[in-house]
């Protein structure tokens, strides 16, 4: 099956973390607020990338990766509002310095999930200073990141934030059923972004600038029935079309982070129009219980191809401890993308969720989504699992 499995020249190959889930030490955003409340797990040094990224960048590197994501802590960068903390924005140049030292290209996300406390207290992304606030953030990273920077990302995936934090509840602010406060929060990362890409672009007129978003596959759960495939195109333009339409003049590329199917069936009351997923038994599963459904990139993606621009897949990914289905998953998932570029879509990266195992948010350190495994028993030894090998191999021979 990989024989034929010929990428375009410049394809880029790479991982993905961000920030918080593996840095260690971050205490000052809303996150390490919940933690020490105990309604998160507590991140505590994670995996102290803060310090070892020079050992992570040479893995990546060891491993055929030509392309890393990640993310800019703001807290660290802005600890009070308007005051920047030079130490921190020079650590992060040695760190993007280093990424071109291991010819990795780099994707930066500027908010992946994490907000300076400062922030919150001044009400949060529901509080409409949230966006003049992102703005001036934005415009130091660029004044300051520059070219250092292949590909800026001003946010990660605004939707499953909204979905976590507003009706769920399981992330901050830990809302529930709170759907004016999901739209305010959406569409207040979505004005941000907006400002972030001008104030970016003004200043590096160049650079590349996109949302990554996460794009479900979507089908009814009865294939015949009328209101589950009514439910199931709700779904799906609500959830994968509209950021797209609103940052359509504010996107050079689309960031397509990868990982859910969906079985929608039409429920009665208006609220669950939109999360109404019933999984069917004896699916291949994730150690998350999350479906494992390589053909729903090619439809993803298929959709995208109207959008004009080019596409990078800036996550795919399983919690896989005992590396049972990571292999079959990339090796999958990637026949599908070949698919999608033989019929014209315009797709030019591939970036695993994750380099390391990490801090899955509220499910804290259990999940494990690395292409290296992490002991957090003794030192946060790295140990490179065998799909990651394979993953290598693959690269080498497209
Ligand atoms: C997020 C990551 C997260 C991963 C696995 C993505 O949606 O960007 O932060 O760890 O999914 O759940």
């Known amino acids: 099956m990989l024989a034929n499995q010929k990428f375009p020249e410049g394809f880029l190959w790479g991982a993905a973390t961000s920030s918080h889930q593996v840095e260690g030490g971050n205490t000052n955003n809303d996150w390490y607020q919940a933690e020490k409340t105990g309604q998160v797990p507590p991140a505590g040094q994670a995996c102290d990338s803060y310090h070892r990224f020079e050992g992570d960048f ?23 509002p308007g005051e920047f903390d030079q130490t921190e924005i020079d650590h992060y140049k040695i760190v993007l310095k280093s990424l071109k030292a291991h010819h990795l290209k780099s994707f930066v996300t500027l908010w992946h999930f994490t907000t300076p406390i400062w922030m919150t207290e001044q009400g949060g992304w529901e509080d409409k200073r949230s966006v003049e606030y992102f703005e001036r953030y934005a415009k130091k990273c660029a004044q300051e990141f520059g070219n250092l920077v292949d590909f800026w990302a ?7 934030y909204g979905f976590e934090g507003y009706l769920e ?14 739209l305010r929060f959406v569409w207040r990362q979505l004005q941000a972004h907006r400002v972030a890409y001008d104030a970016i672009k003004r200043i590096l007129p160049e650079a ?7 794009f479900c596959s979507f089908e009814p759960y009865r294939p015949n029935n009328m209101l589950d495939r009514f439910s199931t195109w709700l779904n799906s333009t609500l959830y994968n079309k509209v950021i797209l339409s609103a940052l359509k003049n504010h996107s050079d590329y689309i960031g397509c982070n990868y990982y859910f199917h969906k079985h929608v069936m039409f429920k009665l009351r208006a609220s669950k129009l939109f999360l109404a997923d019933n999984i069917p038994n004896n699916l291949w ?3 998350l219980g999350w ?18 621009k080019p596409i990078y897949i800036t996550e795919n990914g399983l919690a896989d401890a005992w590396d049972n289905s990571r292999q079959k998953l990339i090796a999958e998932t990637l026949a599908w993308v070949k698919q999608a570029l033989d019929e014209g879509v315009d797709v030019r990266s591939y970036l ?20 290296v495994a992490v002991d957090y028993e003794h ?20």
């Open 58 to 80: 040479d893995l990546a590197q060891s491993l055929g990766h030509n392309c890393h994501r990640l993310s800019l802590e703001w807290s660290r960068i802005e600890p009070r």
């Open 154 to 160: 001003p946010f990660n995936e605004s939707t499953i």
């Open 169 to 182: 509840g399981k992330w901050p602010p830990f809302k529930q059923g709170d759907y004016l406060g999901c």
């Open 208 to 214: 590349k600038v996109g949302p990554t978003i996460n």
């Open 285 to 287: 599963v994730s150690d």
């Open 291 to 308: 479906e494992i459904y390589p053909r729903g990139i090619y439809e993803v993606l298929m959709s995208l191809k109207s959008y004009g």
């Open 352 to 371: 695993q969720w994750s380099l390391l195992d990490n801090y899955e948010w509220s499910e804290g350190f259990g999940p494990r989504f690395g292409l």
């Open 379 to 398: 030192d946060l030894k790295r140990t490179v699992r065998p799909s990651a090998i394979w993953f290598k191999e693959y690269i080498e021979k497209t």
